[in-house]
């Protein structure tokens, strides 16, 4: 490849080739006025999904496809794209995401004109009609049932959250940070696999005195969630034990044990007879392995 891009775009693949497909479609059309390139990690999906983009895509010399045979999860796939990455920003964005204009550019303009930043999110859309609003920040995890809330999650978006802002976590669908920031901070935590890993990260990025932000003058549609399903034993799975890990790996003193306990005691059980209430016993069993496996690796 040529000149070194400005802006390394870097997306998972599991599954998804049309999600992907229609991302790269959108980079192309909108971000005329950036040098990019767009990496794409095939993250072990049952056929080789790479080869197939790269027949979609012929003669686009702007696209790095990257094919593992070994399922990485979001932050192994990811860090493997970083690992590639040519850019001076460096770009996270779901696979099933699109832009619909250049606001991208307005990532870029936060962290050049602002050092102490160290990561910035766009103003999240849902995708689907009427394209309420996904993410417009994060409330902070609480200390004990490390539950919080994506500020604007739902609302129509009436320009109610046009103000730029500091944000406890950025959002793992599209996060933007400079190169320098993972050279000081390290990669994305792979131990959780799937979900918690970006939230981790964010805390060692604001513990190395940068800051987190959000910026609304940037919009990112998603799609939401197409690989692991809303209600699936999977995701059941991963949250149960990642959210005990996360308390494990973040968390001091007696907030860290009464965190496990509240897990442990109150969520744990109410998660098994939501589940069992509704006659899902794959979600129960999906309850009880998050939590046997947290015990197993802590």
Not at 166 to 184: K, N, S
Not at 266 to 278: E, G, I, N, Q
Request: proline content about 4%; glycine content about 8%.
């Amino acid at each position: 490849m040529g000149t070194k891009p400005e802006l390394s775009v870097i997306t998972v693949n599991y599954n998804g080739y049309g999600d992907t497909v229609a991302l790269i479609d959108s980079l192309r059309k909108h971000l005329a006025d950036i040098s990019f390139e767009t990496i794409v990690v095939d993250n072990a999906s049952r056929t080789d999904e790479a080869e197939a983009i790269r027949r979609h895509f012929p003669d686009e010399e702007r696209l790095v496809l990257i094919r593992s045979e070994r399922n990485l999860g979001f932050a192994g796939g990811n860090n493997l794209g970083i690992g590639a990455a040519r850019g001076d920003y460096l770009l996270l964005l779901n696979n099933d995401a699109f832009v619909e204009d250049g606001s991208l550019r307005e990532l870029i303009a936060v962290l050049e004109n602002d050092s102490r930043i160290g990561c910035v999110s766009p103003k999240i859309r849902f995708a689907d009609s009427p394209r309420d609003i996904q993410f417009a920040g994060y409330t902070p995890l609480s200390r004990i049932t490390l539950r919080n809330s994506l500020i604007g999650f739902g609302e129509p978006d009436r320009g109610q959250y046009q103000a730029s802002h500091v944000t406890p976590y950025c959002h793992g669908a599209a996060m933007m940070f400079r190169r320098e920031t993972v050279e000081r901070v390290g990669p994305m935590p792979e131990a959780y696999f799937l979900y918690y890993e970006e939230l981790d990260w964010c805390v060692r990025i604001a513990q190395a005195g940068y800051l987190l932000w959000y910026e609304p003058k940037a919009t990112v549609f998603h799609r939401e969630s197409r690989s692991a399903g809303q209600n699936s034993p999977l995701r059941t799975y991963y949250l149960t034990r990642n959210r005990l890990l996360f308390a494990r790996r973040n968390l001091k003193g007696a907030y860290r044990w009464l965190s496990i306990l509240y897990q442990t005691a109150v969520a744990v059980p109410k998660a098994c007879l939501s589940a069992t209430l509704k006659g899902d016993r794959r979600n129960v069993s999906a309850v009880l392995r998050g939590w046997r496996d947290f015990w197993k690796i802590l």
